[in-house]
Every structure is written in C-alpha cells, then in structure tokens.
C-alpha cells in the first residue's frame, strides 16, 4: 500500500462481523482460563495481553500502523513525546554511559539530557547540528552508546544530515535515534536514510487536533544489538526470567526490551481513548501535512517579503538556512512550522504576537489551528544564553505554526499585527 492507504488501513483489519472502526478496548485487565496461562503470558508477554500499564488492543492497533507508516518492524506508544525521549535513551543507557545530540533539538529535551539524565550518571555530548563528519567522530567516547538528533528541529528547523549523521554512528558501532515529529513518516522516513530508533511527539501532527499528549518509539529492526557494546540486550535480563532478547526477540530486540523493562517499571503508557483519538488524526495525516505545506510555504515568502523580519527559516523557502538538505531529505515539504525573528528584538515579538487575532498564542505546535510561539519566553525558557544560540533561538524569533485555516485569513491577520509594529 502507499503511505496515504496505510494511513487508513494499517493496524486494525476488522473480521467478517466486526466493527469497521478501531474500538475502544476500555479495560485495564485481561481474564485467563487458568493460573498456567497467566504464567505463560509472564513468560512471554509477547503471546498476549497481561495489564494495560504497558500494553492495550487499541493502543496495539496504533503502534502496528505507526511502525508501517515509519517502515519499522514494531513501535510502542508513550504517555508523551518527553517519555519516548527518556526511554529511548534509557533502554539502551545506564550510569557511566554518554550518548551524543545535536544541539538544536527542542528544549525540553535539551533539559532531559542535559539536566535530568546527567543527575542519572548519563552524560550527554552536544554537536553542532551541522558538523563535519571529522567533528562528529571526534564527539564520540568509549562509553558512547547511541546518537540522537531530529529531522527537523523545534524550533530553529535546521535540517538534519541524517545519512551522514547514521555513518557515524554506525562507524563507532551505536544506534542513530531520530525525533521525527515535525516531519512525519509522510514528509520524511529516516529508516531510509540510515536511522535505527524513529521517535515521535505524537500530541504534534501525527495528532493534529490538539486533543491527546502522546508519544511513540520505533524499531527498524535493522541494528545488530550483537557486538558486545549492548550486554543489556545480549545478557540474560536477572529481571525477566533470565531473558536474551536478542536470542528470544530476534525481530525487535529494542522494542521488546523497552516494553518488558522500562514500560514495565515506568508505566507511562497512554489510555485507550488517547489512543482512540491519535487514530482519528492519523487517518488524515498524508492528507493534512499536504495543506500545511502548501499554507506553510505561502506565508512564509509572505512574511519574507514584507521585510519586518531579520531572517525567515523555512527549510523549503529558496535561500533559507537548510534548503539544500531539505531538498535531499524532505523533497515534499518541510511541515507548517516557520521561524522568524522579528525586527526589534524580544519587546517587539510580544507586542507582534499579542495583536494576533487568528492565531493562538499557546504552548503548542503542529495543530490544525495556527498558533503562535515565543521560545525564549516559553519552551527555551530554562537555558542559559549560550544554549539559546546553540539552539538557534534569540529574543526576536518567533515560531509560526501554521493552520489548516484558508491562508488568506492567515496572512491577514499577520498584516493586521504588522501594522501594530
């Protein structure tokens, strides 16, 4: 199927009487014949179903579409995008492991690695995002056991090389983990380009509709987890009945470990009805990033033109910072998101953003609605100076989440905020 039939069909295949649409398997337990049985399930959580702290029918459905739509052999769904951080590092790390990251990814992840986890004993190596390979090489330790970056970053939208970030990693042996959600599986599938892990804020345009914060890991299925770098996943696990996984899981090691421990223990794992609803949204996915890239892209020459902005970042813009990767990577579009920093500085950004009628000024992204952002105000507001810049973000940038709205209303409204100014 193409990705715009998998949006629909994948995952859930009603049977000669059953529901045409996914259900709402509304339960956090599942019954047994016999005490055997539930024994054998706790052998093999992989045969059924045991609780839905970490494992639900509908939630099941939505991680088998995932992992199609992103090319992957299995996916497990999170509470949140920052939860599918936290464990995709964590499954893999422990206490006196580092891992690298471009420093431009979203700054709450900055704070996750860079704060949190090295209070865990796990240090985190920032990279520039557009290092030479040599640089890139240079970053990495002994103790190094996996890459991370995004293909699109929030909110600075550099592009990430992605094939050459993967021959690194590779070439030292560890995984490439990729935050793929400002692009989708529809714009942009890193498991093609070399990625090992796809991770994704699902709240964001998998979502669309601003109604569930939910989050996804991905397994390609592809990383040999064998060459002793891993013992988490090539040792019997003391916790899991002495378990190999990749003896026992051969398929998806990764994944199965990520759900048989860490979702095990944490037990971030979204409801049914949050799963329900993230359905509903990826049903229009292929359908919707088509529009935000086409409103996207207008309002993006619009703002350029009016010349009220020091420099307008839409990767798909002609001439704007990562056009040429974004033409490698992302030939279809580069999602609704644009980044600008306004003429004035930070007093004129908030003055701009609070004479915007249409747009919502909110602590989102990726929604059906456009809606409008201050980073250092906001979701960078707990770095430090020199982080702002290393993420790309100063007092005057602006992150524009553009709608489904007709985009003439758009820009409208963003002649009437011009005026303010």
Same mark, same amino acid.
């Given at each position: ?21 996914? %259900? ?12 055997? @049985? ?20 509908? #939630? ?114 560890? %995984?490439?983990?990729?935050?793929? #959600? ?17 991770? $994704? ?5 998998? @979502?669309? $509709? ?87 892209? #207008? ?15 839409? %990767? ?37 953003? @609070? ?57 409208? @409204? ?8």
């Amino acid at each position: 199927m193409k990705i715009e039939t998998k949006c629909l069909h994948e995952g859930y295949t009603p049977k000669n009487g059953e529901p045409r649409v996914m %259900p709402i398997v509304q339960s956090t337990t599942y019954v047994y014949d016999s005490t055997d @049985d539930v024994a054998a399930v706790f052998d093999d959580p992989t045969k059924s179903l045991i609780y839905s702290r970490f494992e639900n029918p509908t #939630t099941d459905c939505v991680e088998k579409k995932i992992a199609a739509l992103e090319g992957g052999v299995a996916a497990m769904c999170t509470s949140s995008g920052q939860a599918a951080s936290l464990l995709s590092i964590l499954n893999i790390c422990e206490a006196g492991d580092s891992f690298i990251a471009s420093s431009s990814i979203y700054g709450g992840t900055i704070n996750l690695f860079g704060v949190t986890l090295k209070r865990m004993g796990i240090e985190c190596i920032w990279v520039d995002h557009d290092a030479t390979e040599e640089q890139l090489n240079s970053a990495f330790k002994p103790n190094t056991k996996a890459v991370f970056g995004e293909t699109l970053a929030n909110p600075a939208l550099t592009v990430l090389d992605i094939e050459m970030w993967a021959k690194a990693a590779h070439a030292h042996g560890v %995984p490439l983990i990729i935050d793929n #959600t400002f692009a989708t599986p529809i714009l942009c599938r890193p498991i093609e380009w070399g990625a090992d892990i796809v991770i $994704h804020s699902t709240s964001k345009y998998m @979502d669309g $509709h601003a109604v569930q914060v939910g989050g996804v890991i991905v397994d390609s299925g592809k990383f040999d987890w064998t060459s002793g770098k891993f013992p988490c996943m090539t040792e019997p696990d003391e916790s899991y009945h002495g378990i190999v996984y990749t003896e026992k899981y051969a398929f998806a090691p990764y994944i199965v470990k990520a759900r048989m421990q860490l979702m095990r223990d944490f037990g971030c794992y979204p409801a049914a009805n949050s799963s329900f609803l993230l359905n509903l949204g990826l049903e229009t996915l292929a359908v919707r990033m088509k529009q935000y890239c086409e409103n996207a892209l #207008t309002v993006a020459k619009y703002i350029q033109d009016t010349g009220n902005a020091e420099f307008v970042t839409y %990767p798909a813009l002609e001439g704007s910072k990562g056009h040429e990767l974004a033409k490698k990577y992302l030939p279809n579009g580069t999602s609704g998101v644009i980044s600008f920093s306004i003429k004035g500085g930070r007093d004129t950004a908030v003055k701009f953003m @609070d004479s915007l009628k249409l747009a919502s000024n909110e602590v989102h992204v990726a929604d059906i609605r456009t809606c409008v952002l201050h980073p250092a105000s906001a979701t960078h507001r707990q770095l430090t100076d020199e982080q702002l810049v290393a993420a790309g973000i100063d007092g005057g940038l602006i992150r524009f989440s553009v709608g489904l709205e007709n985009v003439e209303d758009i820009i409208a @409204d963003l002649e009437g905020a011009f005026a303010k100014i």
